[in-house]
Every structure is written in C-alpha cells, then in structure tokens.
C-alpha cells in the first residue's frame, strides 16, 4: 500500500485462527509524499518463488531473487524476499550498495556471514549501508526462515508522529490538521469503519 497524500485503513489480520504478520514501512521521498493513495494485492498463491537444489526456498515479494521477480512494482525501489533455509543450506543475495538492509529472523538459527554473527527468532539483523549484499545460512542442526528487507534510502529529515510520517515538523502538524478536518486525502474518512476490524473486535 502507498499511503500518499491520505489513507485510512485496518491493520488487521482477516481469517481465523492465529494470524502472524510483519508490517514493514518504507518511507517515500518528499516529492512523493502527496501522490494518491495506491493498493497492490498479491495473494499467499501468487508470490513469485525461486528454489535452490541445496535447500533454499525464496518467496520474492518484492524485488528479484534467483531468477523470480516479483510484480509488485513499491513507489521507492525495495526488496522483500521470505527465505526459508533448509539446515546448513545458504542463500547470497546482491543488494545495490548504498541501500539500507534488514533481516528478520522468523524461526529457527541463521548465520549471517559479512555480519559474523548468529541469530536467533524474532531477532533484527540490521547491515550497514557500504556492503553489497546478504550472506545467510541456516545452522547444520535446523532449519531457518528469515525475511530481508531492503530499500534505497532517499537521504532526507524523517520526522513522524503517530501514524504521520513527513520530512518536517510543519508538514506534520499539517497532515494531523487535514485528517481532523477531513481534507486534502481524507474526505471519505467520516464514519468510515473496517469489517476486519469490527470481526476481531468481536471476537475478544
């Protein structure tokens, strides 16, 4: 989703049962900061997938990994690729030098190799701006997923405040008066509600 100029919506999961999610934000440069309000689905079935003979599985969600490419095309270019390490099995990813890079340990042990270091679930690896790529790999004794994530960074002031995220606090101020008096983006926000969220609601 590309929030642009102003966007409501629910960051709640739809389905039953115990739903896990990550929610990754990735900042538009100032110039695009008011451009209108974009969606792009791509369902679980519909994720471009790559597989290594030596036990590497790569959902390419956004971005291009092993030869898949995701059509997702993100306002500011990125990178989000769902690993899934089979034991001792490793995956090289180039990422342009200069962009900022993550990886979000989901289960079990990954060794990233230009970091030296060994990480565990529900752990952030965060990679600084001078390499060129990710060098992971699972444990021999266990399987490993892990999500990387990266993104060129636009070089900019971030300043944010709740869910207004602008490059100075003026411009802030500023969206913060246009959702309470419902303009510039925000005319369809009065009474609007989400099913999704109303059925968790519910269910507490």
């Known amino acids: 989703m590309t929030a ?3 966007v409501v919506h629910a960051e709640m999961p ?4 115990v739903q896990r999610g990550i929610n990754i934000w990735i900042n538009l440069s100032s110039k695009d900061k008011m451009v209108e309000p974009r969606y792009q689905e791509l369902a679980s079935h519909d994720i471009p997938t790559a597989v290594k003979d030596d036990g590497v599985s790569v959902k390419v969600i956004a971005g291009e ?5 995701s059509p997702l095309r993100p306002r500011t270019p990125a990178l989000c690729l769902d690993v899934t390490l ?3 099995a490793r995956l090289r990813q ?7 890079a993550c990886a979000y340990v989901v289960a079990g042990d990954a060794v990233f190799e230009g970091a030296n270091s060994t990480a565990g679930a529900r752990t952030l690896v965060v990679f600084s701006c001078d390499g060129d790529g990710v060098d992971v790999r699972a444990e021999e004794v266990g399987a490993a997923r892990v999500v990387v994530a990266a993104a060129r960074p636009h070089g900019e002031a971030v300043v944010r405040e ?9 411009e802030v101020e500023q969206a913060r008066e246009d959702y309470r008096r419902r ?8 009474g609007w509600t ?10 507490r």
């Open 4 to 6: 642009g100029r102003g």
């Open 14 to 17: 739809g389905g039953q049962g």
């Open 65 to 69: 990994c092993l030869g898949a490419r």
């Open 86 to 88: 089979r034991p001792g």
């Open 94 to 100: 180039l990422i342009p030098r200069g962009w900022s």
């Open 162 to 170: 709740g869910p207004f995220v602008m490059n100075t606090r003026e």
């Open 183 to 190: 303009r510039n983006g925000f005319e369809m926000a009065d």
């Open 194 to 203: 989400s099913d999704h969220a109303a059925t968790a609601a519910a269910a």
